[in-house]
């Protein structure tokens, strides 16, 4: 199982706070295409680290 996350943010900066808070369970993580509205969006999935 794994977790995908969608996050919304107005500012590069922003988003690359959180990508390197979440670095080491990030498996992958990709741009939404358009803006749509005032924020940019971004998911990001967390890897399966259950044990």
Do not use: C, Q
Not at 14 to 30: G, N, S
Request: proline share 2%; no cysteine.
């Amino acid at each position: 199982m794994s977790v995908r996350i969608k996050v919304s943010y107005e500012t590069e900066e922003e988003l690359k706070r959180v990508l390197h808070l979440l670095d080491p369970v990030i498996k992958d993580w990709t741009k939404a295409a358009k803006k749509t509205g005032r924020f940019f969006r971004a998911y990001i999935t967390l890897n399966n680290t259950r044990k």
